[in-house]
């Protein structure tokens, strides 16, 4: 069976702050694809960094970069030097190694940004 | 700009009604999502489809829940009939499904009100 799981339920840091948003997952696939995706207050759900499990390179995009731990069964993301705009619920989701399978989602990280 | 579109935004019904759902995935995508997003339990899948052939659709109430896929341009979620714990936010979602897995394009989702 497949799982995600955000321990971190929620998190406030001030802007400026470094954050890291925790993400462990299990699955038996050898094969499998992890994804972020972000949903501010509007609702809406934000697709952010899809990664191969084949693929350990970290990845970063501006101020944020994620850390692929094959090792530990993590995906954790960080965000540098927070904004107010970050404020969101992260959600870390996990998907199989058949074409078009469905992303399994994790319970979701509510982050709060203050100025 | 692409984008998956649900209608209604917002609906809110009385217990007993039938309420319809209905996407329409971006264009050229061959598998779609519907998931539930409740405060409790997160974001569940419901359903989804590959080239408009159900493949999952364990997560769905089977007595009171049909999804279907008229064509490739519209996905309907029915809920017949309805009951005040069916309230939550429901998202369709849609990818192109492929050897190598994609990201999933979410809607905006129709927020639903069982009174």
């Known amino acids: 069976a497949q799982k995600v799981t955000q321990a971190q339920t929620e998190i406030s840091v001030v802007e400026k702050e470094d954050v890291t948003l925790d993400c462990v997952y299990e699955?038996?696939?050898?094969?499998?694809?992890l994804f972020w995706y972000k949903q501010p207050p509007s609702g809406e759900l934000v697709f952010l960094i899809r990664?191969?499990?084949?693929?350990?390179q970290n990845e970063i995009s501006g101020r944020y970069s994620w850390n692929f731990q094959k090792s530990t069964s993590s995906f954790n993301f960080t965000i540098t030097a927070s904004q107010v705009v970050d404020s969101a619920v992260y959600f870390c989701a996990l998907s199989g190694n058949q074409a078009g399978t469905a992303l399994i989602f994790g319970k979701g990280t509510t982050l709060s940004v203050s100025s | 700009d692409a984008r998956v579109t649900q209608t209604p935004r917002h609906k809110v019904t009385e217990m007993g009604q039938e309420v319809t759902m209905r996407c329409q995935p971006i264009?050229?995508?061959?598998?779609v999502f519907w998931y539930r997003q409740t405060m409790m339990q997160g974001l569940e899948l419901l359903a989804y489809?590959?080239?408009?052939?159900?493949?999952?659709d364990s997560g769905m109430p089977k007595d009171r829940f049909s999804a279907e896929m008229p064509d490739a341009t519209l996905a309907t979620l029915k809920i017949q009939p309805s009951e005040p714990r069916d309230s939550a936010v429901y998202f369709c979602?849609?990818?192109?499904?492929?050897?190598?897995?994609?990201?999933?394009?979410f809607g905006q989702g129709t927020r639903l009100t069982v009174v």
């Open positions: 264009l050229g995508h061959n598998t």
């Open positions: 489809f590959r080239n408009r052939a159900p493949l999952d």
């Open positions: 990664r191969n499990s084949f693929d350990e």
């Open positions: 699955t038996r696939d050898t094969t499998y694809y």
């Open positions: 979602a849609s990818g192109l499904s492929s050897a190598l897995n994609t990201e999933a394009f």
